[in-house]
């Protein structure tokens, strides 16, 4: 019997640890073969680019799956990446920038996380699909915000974020196309996207175990995935000197377009 339940109704507030036997399953699973390829992909894209992870984990994961599997097992590999960053961000991002946005973003992502479990998940599939593209033509574009970061902006940014974030683990886009174009020098902005993702993945990871999703079998698999990815990044920020960063963005957008259409349900004949 698969250990992914088509439609699970919400747990109670508990954190089933897996054992062995659960191992045994997913190991068992054909499909956990395909989400490590996945994840292997996803950890290389974020590596040469710098971007992208979560556009192409959460679509092809949730094709492969279904959505709340998608999300819980990001948030695994989010949540340990974010434990490892924040000691050594801390003295270097600017945190009066930080609070404002990631304070936003956790009280919207309750919000996103209603949505994760009590969305049809077809639905909430071609959600995702539609939020992909039409993220990634906002980051092809080239454009950023050159606006004042005043806080009504910062706040509005935050909830955009966080409500995506809650839901479909696409956190990112929202808050790299509003702080990229600050006056805020490169390494400043890089300290605060990974603080405010350092933040926002640990507040994130207790609201989805209040939720209840974040079960054994998801558990199991961030747990068998995660490492994956994390060698794949590095080995893809190995890569980042063989090319122009203009070719690994293009690339990369190729990868997250070829996610997003392959992921959509229309297709599941073909791909399922």
Do not use: K
């Amino acid at each position: 019997m698969s250990p992914f339940p088509a439609s699970a109704q919400p747990a109670a507030i508990v954190i089933e640890l897996p054992d062995s036997a659960m191992f045994a399953a997913i190991l068992a699973d054909p499909r956990t073969y395909a989400a490590m390829v996945v994840s292997i992909l996803a950890g290389a894209v974020r590596g040469f680019s710098g971007f992208g992870s979560a556009l192409i984990f959460v679509p092809l994961m949730s094709a492969i799956y279904d959505p709340r599997t998608a999300a819980g097992t990001f948030l695994m590999i989010d949540f340990a990446v974010g434990l490892t960053v924040l000691p050594t961000v801390a003295r270097e991002a600017h945190w009066r920038d930080v609070f404002p946005l990631a304070a936003a973003a956790v009280i919207a992502a309750q919000f996103g996380a209603l949505i994760l479990i009590y969305t049809d998940a077809i639905t909430l599939r071609w959600g995702i699909a539609v939020v992909v593209l039409i993220l990634l033509a906002v980051l092809m574009s080239g454009w950023r915000y050159h606006g004042r970061p005043i806080m009504p902006v910062t706040l509005a940014v935050g909830a955009l974020a966080g409500g995506l974030g809650g839901a479909i683990q696409i956190v990112g886009p929202p808050v790299i196309v509003y702080w990229l174009g600050s006056s805020s020098s490169p390494a400043v902005v890089r300290a605060n996207l990974n603080a405010f993702f350092g933040v926002f993945a640990c507040a994130l990871f207790v609201t989805y175990i209040v939720r209840g999703l974040l079960p054994a079998h998801v558990i199991t698999l961030g747990l068998l995935l995660g490492p994956l990815q994390v060698l794949a990044l590095r080995s893809g920020a190995r890569l980042f000197h063989a090319a122009s960063a203009q070719t690994y963005r293009r690339v990369a957008y190729a990868i997250v377009a070829a996610a997003a259409l392959v992921s959509m349900p229309i297709l599941d004949g073909l791909f399922r």
